[in-house]
């Protein structure tokens, strides 16, 4: 007889995965720096993945949508590389604000397969005033589907 506690091992339907991005911005870092994101692929109440995700074998994963809560500490452009190569969706932070009902949203999917990763970064389009770091994060919407 199997054991009915083994648990969920496959994704059997669609789910939805909110991966929030933190960019922490050195305290008077110039314009045009780049910052690579620290990726929280199971929530923040979760350690860190790194400064990058892996698709698990089994699914893809397709970007839905992505936002900020409120204005960001430093604006900047966000830049996805998926298996190291640079994508075509670099949306600017404060276009992505949920407080603005006519806020920027992706043109189009992007689908990651199995093994897929993907890194997130942004480059700043403004000097960090403060002399201390500021964090902005994002908001990564995607939804997991089965391979």
């Known amino acids: 007889m199997a054991n009915a506690n083994t648990g969920q091992v496959v994704i059997a339907a669609i789910q939805d995965k909110i991966i929030p991005v933190e960019f922490s911005i050195a305290g008077s870092a110039p314009a045009g720096t780049i910052v690579t994101g620290t990726m929280y692929a199971y929530g923040l ?45 670099n949306l600017i932070l404060s276009t992505l604000n949920t407080a603005n009902s006519g806020r920027a949203h992706i043109t189009q999917p992007l689908v990651l397969g199995p093994s897929d990763v993907i890194q997130v970064s942004i480059v700043t389009l403004a000097a960090n005033s403060s002399t201390t770091a500021v964090t902005d994060t994002l908001f990564l919407h995607f939804l997991q589907v089965p391979a």
């Open 45 to 89: 109440n979760n350690s860190a993945t790194g400064t990058q995700f892996q698709v698990p074998a089994g699914s893809k994963y397709q970007l839905a949508d992505m936002y900020v809560s409120g204005a960001p500490a430093v604006d900047g452009q966000v830049i996805f590389n998926l298996n190291g190569i640079p994508q075509g969706e």
